[in-house]
């Protein structure tokens, strides 16, 4: 089985600095993706960024970037240079397996301040 | 771009009637996938499917069974609504199963039982 964990309930950021989303999994698969979703208040589900098992480079996207530490089986979100419009509730999520599932973490709602 | 159709938006009900919620996945797109997010919840895996079969299932209630037809459009049933079915009702389609594909969400069928 597989299970994603995200420790952080709310996170607080100043607009322009940047900010990490933790998230660690767990899983027995060696073949496997994680993924970042948004979700902002209006309530849809924005996909942010992928990382796949055997990526050996973390992946970026615009302001987006995963650390990703597979000994640690973790793949925190970085968003750099905060912007209002990054409020919002943030999903780390893992498929694979075989499985055609993925199945998300609780999730981080995060605060960008003025 | 074309993005993930679902209807209704909005949808009211009263306790043990029906309901039937659709989903038009993005052109191409091999897999369906169903979630259900409750208030302040993750959203939770229900059912997919990989070209028109059923390929894995969640936590989906016997009251509830979905199907996607030849023109690959999916829809999800629901019988005799509790309460507790109020939530709100993602379809998300990726192309091809694998660890590597993300989810593309609709904005998703926000389901009120009275």
């Known amino acids: 089985a597989q299970k994603i964990t995200q420790t952080q309930p709310g996170m607080f950021v100043q607009e322009k600095e940047a900010v990490t989303l933790d998230c660690t999994y767990d899983?027995?698969?060696?073949?496997?993706?994680l993924f970042w979703y948004k979700q902002p208040s209006s309530g849809e589900m924005i996909f942010l960024i992928y990382?796949?098992?055997?990526?050996?480079q973390n992946a970026t996207e615009g302001r987006y970037s995963l650390n990703f530490q597979k000994a640690r089986k973790s793949a925190n979100l970085v968003i750099s240079a905060s912007q209002l419009g990054d409020s919002a509730m943030y999903f780390c999520?893992?498929?694979?397996?075989?499985?055609?599932?993925?199945?998300f973490g609780a999730g981080t709602r995060l605060f960008v301040k003025a | 771009a074309a993005g993930v159709i679902q209807s209704p938006r909005h949808l009211i009900k009263e306790k043990r009637e029906t309901a039937t919620l659709k989903c038009y996945p993005i052109p191409r797109h091999d897999t369906v996938y169903w979630y259900q997010q409750g208030p302040g919840q993750d959203p939770q895996f229900l059912i997919s499917f990989y070209e028109k079969m059923q390929s894995d299932k969640g936590s989906i209630p016997d009251r509830f069974s979905a199907q996607q037809f030849s023109d690959y459009h999916s829809e999800l049933n629901m019988s005799s609504l509790e309460l507790g079915d109020s939530a709100l009702y993602f379809c998300a389609s990726s192309l091809r199963q694998g660890s590597n594909s993300p989810l593309h969400f609709g904005n998703g069928t926000r389901l009120t039982v009275t």
């Open positions: 999520a893992i498929s694979g397996g075989g499985g055609f599932k993925t199945i």
């Open positions: 899983t027995s698969d060696q073949s496997y993706g």
């Open positions: 990382q796949g098992s055997y990526d050996e």
